[in-house]
């Protein structure tokens, strides 16, 4: 059958106007920073989030040609800042880190009702923030591992004591499911902040902690904790003897800290696509991966769909272990 010319003509002109939308698009993208581009930090300066945004910021500058300014917005767990952001209109010039804190703080604060996908646009993965159990030397020399400080905390009938950077802490979180998961009791003892928590696991006032890497790792080169385990689903290379939780019985068990950029809704399409090709391009350069490590992070990126799918399970999964312990910040 041969095509009447009407027909020929309409779908000549399809794909005409469709070349030329992509053709718009493609143009857009690459036009796109035209002025520096706002990252906000729901953290004060100086800790892996703020680090970790600064480092892969510079080297988004290069690859953008526009400065990435980050702009320190602390308070509540990083809910101030993330709400502010999202009545922030769209217009691709801000952007925000969204940690596992700030994820969870809808969980944990009447005064954050917000999801942390729904209401922003993911753009892509950044970096995973490992965490590691430790126990102090002197106060448990006995436990050498994690079925040590299980048998230990049943033989003391619940009343080992742990500690967190406060209520509602990922390392608080992550003992809760550990517990939940091995079935054993231990009494949390919270602290305001993960430095004072720190002083008094090294002083032995609570032999126990779920700690981030990064501040846990010089008191383990220098023996005075000793590293049970980690929470990330494979070994961490800077400790590579120290197992897994789910190597040692706990199968699927997994407690990572996350990184993730997201902007506000109506962000074009175009500064997205940008913005998340670069990302993925600087996060595979040695030299940011190295940089990233020396503040604890290790660099995971992620596409905007994959980045919203993971965020939104582990909002879900914690969110159920923050209602199943009836734990609040507030």
Known sequence: ????????????????????????????????????????????????????????????????????????????????????????????????????????????????????????????????????????????????????????????????DYTSAGPGSFGHLSMELLKQQGGFQAQHIAYKGSAPAMNDLLGGQVPVMFSDLVAALPHIKSGKLRALAVGSPRRVDIVPDVKTVAEQGFKGFEAVSLGAMMAPKGTPAAAIDRMTAELKTVLAQKDVQDRLVGAGCYAHYMAPAETGRYVTAEFDKWGKVIKDNKLSAE
Not at 29 to 34: F, L, T
Not at 64 to 70: D, F, K, M, Y
């Open 1 to 160: 059958m041969i095509p009447s010319p009407t027909f020929t003509l309409s779908r000549r002109r399809a794909l005409l106007a469709t070349g030329a939308l992509l053709a718009t698009g493609a143009a857009a993208a690459q036009n796109w920073p035209a002025k520096p581009i706002k990252l906000i930090v729901p953290w004060p300066p100086g800790g892996p989030t703020d680090t970790g945004s600064r480092i892969v910021g510079l080297a988004l500058a290069d690859r953008l040609g526009q400065p990435v300014v980050i702009e320190n917005r602390p308070g509540a767990s990083g809910s101030i800042a993330y709400q502010q952001v999202i009545k922030t209109p769209g217009d691709g010039t801000t952007f925000v880190m969204l940690a596992t804190p700030t994820m969870l703080a809808p969980h944990l604060y009447k005064s954050a009702p917000y999801h942390p996908v729904s209401d922003l646009l993911p753009v892509g993965m950044v970096y995973d923030l490992p965490i590691v159990l430790v126990v102090n030397v002197t106060a448990l020399p006995k436990v050498t591992d994690l079925a040590g400080l299980i048998d230990e905390a049943k033989a003391r009938g619940g009343k080992l």
